[in-house]
């Protein structure tokens, strides 16, 4: 079993992860317009923010939760970077800054943390809603793929995960 259920760690900083070209160009929630839903719809009781590695893992009353982790609160050095994402049940896998695909989705997929996504297809084959990824099309599937994610039984957890795994070795 992993620690976290709910992973999102990166930079989140604005206005650069605000940036208009990503709503205006392909239609997607820019990083800090899907963090920002995120946090308000979860609540405080939902929402973890660490600020040093050992709070990464919460405790087990909080596993149930969003943990973020942004460099601006604190900053995941690089060689334990696909080790933290495999802490994690899902990651939530914002889109970058100018274009949606950002490299933290391909990192979830070798660690097998189950990516919560709003641009499946930018991968070939494209990842698989329920299957290797979860996705949403706006604020309000969001919000339900996160609730989903926390309350997903955890056979089914352990399913999509070795499905995440194996689209990384087969795919990527």
Same mark, same amino acid.
């Given at each position: 079993t992993r620690p976290l259920s709910l992973l999102f760690a990166g930079n989140a900083k604005a206005p650069k992860?605000?940036?208009?070209?990503?709503?205006?160009?392909?239609?997607?929630?820019?990083?800090?317009? =899907?963090?920002? $839903?995120?946090?308000?719809?979860?609540?405080?009781? /939902?929402?973890?923010?660490p600020h040093t590695l050992d709070q990464i893992i919460p405790s087990q009353e909080h596993r149930k939760s969003l943990t973020i982790a942004t460099t601006q609160d604190l900053r995941i050095p690089s060689e334990q970077w696909i080790e933290t994402l495999a802490l994690a049940d899902f990651y939530f896998a914002c889109p970058g800054v100018e274009m949606p695909l950002c490299h933290n989705l391909i990192e979830s997929?070798? =660690?097998?943390? $189950?990516?919560?996504?709003?641009?499946?297809?930018? /991968?070939?084959?494209?990842?698989?809603?329920?299957?290797?990824?979860?996705?949403?099309?706006?604020?309000?599937?969001?919000?339900?793929?996160l609730q989903l994610a926390l309350n997903m039984p955890s056979d089914q957890v352990e399913a999509m995960s070795k499905s995440a795994q194996e689209y990384y070795k087969t795919h990527l």
């Open positions: 992860y605000d940036a208009p070209v990503l709503p205006d160009n392909y239609n997607v929630l820019s990083r800090v317009k =899907a963090l920002a $839903i995120a946090e308000s719809s979860l609540g405080s009781e /939902l929402v973890r923010r997929l070798a =660690a097998g943390s $189950i990516p919560i996504l709003q641009y499946h297809q930018y /991968l070939h084959p494209n990842l698989t809603n329920g299957v290797n990824c979860l996705v949403y099309s706006d604020e309000t599937s969001l919000v339900e793929m």
